[in-house]
């Protein structure tokens, strides 16, 4: 099947639905696999400025997560370790031992975990704005945490909220972005699209990982095993993911190089595409000795 642009587009079909994955490039050049956010979000949300880039020296595959993009429908909910299983299960679709991976916020915590739980299938790893560091004061865990229980809050206000394109508009100028966006109009008709295919709100990832007292999935006491050469992106202005968490669990990963990006929110891939596609790809293309440390 053929998904526009050059993709070819894959359904892998599981006990819950169907998982899709998009591919571009030579299939025997080293493979990347691209892992998008959480909430309104898709493969070709996040990467469709990156795949072409990577394309050109790389196998790409992009990972629809179940319930967005493609990957409908999907039933039951997605907990960390069904989502990390959605990554060796397209790894495992494709023929490929190990490979890259690429993750923005949802995306770079799992990349991070499955670096952590299943360091042989990552050769590297970059990690845009990860979640899965972060905490809490303890009001504000605890409203997270109410949030996260009750569906009013975490998907029937946010879909009404993001109704219009000038809803849209405003809650991503507000929530992930910190200045121009090049394709500002493109990026907000994407969103309103997945939002009336799928509504809006967090994701069952989003909503497993905080417990009532504490963060459930935290990786920070962990991610000093990971291995493999890691690089770590992150916007200077993200109101999503402190940058200061970023900084700290870069200095937690030996040998992790810590990019920040001045005057960029939260979605970094596409309020500056031309800057992190180029971090990524010299990163994917350097020669960082036999791999792993």
């Known amino acids: 099947m053929t998904a526009g642009g050059g993709l070819r587009g894959t359904y892998l079909n599981q006990p819950e639905g169907r998982l899709h994955v998009y591919a571009a490039g030579d299939p025997g050049a080293p493979p990347v696999l691209l892992l998008s956010g959480a909430g309104v979000d898709n493969a070709l949300l ?22 967005q993009g493609r990957s409908r429908p999907w039933q039951g909910r997605l ?49 845009l704005a990860p ?101 770590l992106v992150q916007g200077d202005k993200d109101v999503g993911v402190d940058p200061a968490r970023t900084k700290a669990a870069a200095a937690l990963i030996p040998g992790a190089r810590l990019e920040l990006l001045e005057g960029v929110g939260h979605w970094a891939n596409r309020q500056c595409p031309e800057r992190v596609n180029a971090l990524v790809a010299g990163f994917l293309a350097a020669d960082h000795g036999h791999g792993r440390r």
């Open 46 to 67: 996040s990467w469709r400025h990156l795949i072409p880039v990577l394309a050109a020296g790389h196998h790409v595959l992009a990972l629809d997560w179940p319930k």
């Open 79 to 127: 907990t960390h370790e069904r989502m990390l299983r959605c990554v060796t299960d397209v790894l495992d679709h494709f023929g490929l031992g190990s490979a890259a991976l690429v993750g923005l916020s949802q995306g770079g915590a799992l990349a991070l975990a499955c670096a952590i739980e299943r360091p042989g299938r990552v050769d590297r790893l970059v990690a």
């Open 131 to 231: 979640a899965g560091i972060l905490s809490f004061p303890p009001v504000v865990h605890q409203l997270l945490w109410l949030t996260a229980k009750l569906p009013l809050l975490n998907r029937t206000l946010p879909g009404a909220l993001l109704r219009t394109r000038r809803q849209v508009a405003a809650f991503a100028r507000r929530a992930l972005f910190a200045g121009p966006v090049p394709d500002f109009d493109d990026v907000v008709a994407e969103i309103l699209a997945e939002v009336r295919e799928a509504g809006a709100g967090s994701s069952d990832w989003q909503n497993a990982s905080i417990g009532p007292f504490r963060m459930r999935v935290d990786l920070r006491p962990r991610l000093p095993e990971i291995s493999c050469p890691t690089l």
